[in-house]
């Protein structure tokens, strides 16, 4: 069975910086549909960064563009989420997803979409106080 482990998360100040990490149990991340989504409070969940780790290029939303990465290491069978220059407005539970759901050459298209993806993780908090 596929678990996809969140950790990284925690409270910064507006303008810090925290590396999310997700953990799978099995090698899933080597050729595969990977990304990033976000709740904040009261809204809906939305994708953050996304990425085919077999070529080409990563996607990302407009309002995180610049300053968050996303990257992986099939050795660690872990992906990760670099995020610079924090706002309040990133205040959020980040959830990682895996592993496509649609075909792979599908995804510049649908990147932001949950149902691209098979696998989700619990969700870490992140808290950006001004």
């Known amino acids: 069975q596929v678990q996809l482990v969140e950790s990284g998360g925690g409270s910064v100040q507006a303008g810090g910086s925290l590396r999310l990490s997700c953990a799978a149990s099995v090698d899933i991340f080597r050729n595969a549909c990977v990304g990033w989504f976000r709740r904040a409070p009261g809204r809906e969940r939305e994708g953050v960064a996304a990425l085919y780790t077999g070529g080409g290029s990563a996607y990302y939303a407009k309002s995180i563009e610049g300053r968050f990465t996303i990257s992986q290491d099939n050795a660690k069978n872990t992906m990760y989420l670099q995020m610079n220059d924090l706002t309040p407005e990133d205040t959020a539970v980040y959830y990682c997803?895996?592993?496509?759901?649609?075909?792979?050459?599908?995804?510049?298209?649908?990147?932001?979409?949950?149902?691209?993806?098979?696998?989700w993780g619990q969700g870490t908090q992140v808290t950006v106080s001004s």
């Open positions: 997803a895996a592993d496509c759901r649609i075909p792979a050459q599908w995804l510049p298209g649908r990147w932001s979409e949950e149902d691209s993806f098979n696998y």
